[in-house]
């Protein structure tokens, strides 16, 4: 089947590759598989089906970079890129993917930077797809733990006094609340107006400011993962640095207020999006 799939030219034979049939399955079974983990299933069949076999990456960044070997070190990303396409052609849960696509493209990361590229295939099943169909706080907090998303939005170097807001003002602007409910540079927290009562999530702050993201890059000074630095294991897990963390008083937003917002302050971004996957 592999060589079917992988020597097929639509010039040369108009009808698709053959696939594996589904008998004996009815509509409705099929619809709700993914849930019970069908389509983490389907996915381990595409790549041992379709996808060619590929050495496990064993050495270590080190080695990479003293071997020069740097297709070695994308080789996760490459072959994610390659299950995209035979996925959303061949796969049988095509919401499943667009749902798939659209959290890729909203927790966005480069797939090719050094830390992203062989974590790859562990950002596209234990974040992404682990937790599309489930909790988005959960999903918040997979994002924050991930070497991959820290790496790629430096909060992995972030560390006190100098910190870095380049994460914290993600998380606001586009993770969360979204660039909509930026109120500007002028405000300070306390000018921040609340939604009214009355309306979903009464009291709470209407959107944010440049003091929420300063106060919540402090509080992630020394948030980071091992790789092997500053007295960390070499093993691609959340790491704290307690001597780079901002020890004075922060007022700062919650995870948890961030992960359940109403609807009058989520991002429009968003909304649009869901608009055309389920178009």
């Given at each position: 089947?592999q060589?079917?799939l992988?020597?097929?030219?639509p010039e040369?034979?108009?009808?698709?590759?053959?696939?594996p049939?589904r008998?004996g399955?009815?509509?409705?079974?099929?619809a709700e598989?993914?849930?019970?983990?069908?389509?983490?299933?389907e996915?381990?069949?595409?790549?041992?089906?379709?996808?060619?076999?590929v050495?496990p990456v064993q050495?270590?960044h080190?080695?990479?970079?003293?071997d020069?070997d740097?297709e070695?070190?994308?080789?996760?990303?490459?072959e994610?890129?390659?299950?995209?396409?035979?996925?959303?052609?061949?796969g049988?849960?095509?919401?499943?993917?667009?749902?798939?696509?659209?959290?890729?493209n909203?927790?966005?990361?480069?797939?090719?930077?050094?830390?992203?590229?062989?974590?790859?295939?562990?950002w596209?099943?234990?974040?992404i797809?682990k937790n599309?169909?489930g909790?988005?706080?959960?999903?918040?907090?997979?994002?924050f733990?991930?070497?991959a998303m820290?790496y790629?939005?430096?909060?992995?170097?972030?560390r006190a006094p100098s910190?870095?807001e380049?994460?914290?003002?993600e998380?606001?602007?586009?993770?969360?609340?979204g660039?909509?409910?930026?109120?500007?540079p002028?405000?300070?927290?306390?000018?921040?107006?609340?939604?009214?009562?009355?309306?979903?999530g009464?009291?709470?702050?209407?959107g944010?400011?440049?003091?929420d993201v300063?106060e919540?890059?402090r509080a992630?000074?020394?948030?980071?993962?091992?790789?092997?630095?500053n007295g960390?294991a070499?093993?691609?897990h959340?790491?704290?640095?307690?001597a780079?963390?901002d020890?004075?008083?922060k007022?700062?937003?919650?995870m948890?207020?961030?992960?359940r917002?109403?609807?009058?302050?989520?991002?429009?971004?968003?909304?649009n999006?869901?608009?055309?996957?389920i178009?």
């Open positions: 089947m060589e079917e992988l020597h097929h030219r040369r034979d108009a009808r698709p590759p053959r696939l049939p008998l399955r009815r509509d409705h079974e099929i598989e993914p849930a019970r983990g069908g389509a983490c299933r996915r381990e069949d595409v790549r041992r089906s379709v996808l060619p076999a050495a050495r270590t080190a080695g990479v970079a003293a020069d740097r070695l070190l994308r080789l996760p990303s490459r994610g890129e390659r299950a995209v396409f035979v996925r959303a052609i061949y049988h849960w095509q919401l499943v993917e667009q749902l798939a696509d659209f959290w890729h909203h927790f966005n990361i480069y797939g090719y930077d050094r830390y992203a590229a062989p974590t790859w295939t562990s596209d099943r234990d974040v797809r599309m169909l909790n988005f706080r959960q999903m918040l907090q997979a994002t733990e991930a070497p820290l790629f939005l430096d909060n992995y170097i972030n910190f870095n380049n994460y914290a003002r998380i606001c602007e586009l993770h969360t609340l660039a909509i409910n930026y109120l500007g002028e405000l300070q927290q306390a000018d921040v107006p609340l939604i009214p009562a009355g309306e979903d009464a009291g709470q702050p209407i944010y400011v440049d003091a300063y919540m890059a992630l000074t020394g948030w980071t993962f091992g790789n092997g630095q960390t070499y093993d691609g959340p790491a704290f640095i307690t780079w963390h020890i004075g008083q007022t700062a937003t919650d948890d207020h961030l992960a917002l109403p609807a009058p302050i989520t991002s429009t971004r968003r909304r999006k869901w608009r055309r996957t178009a």
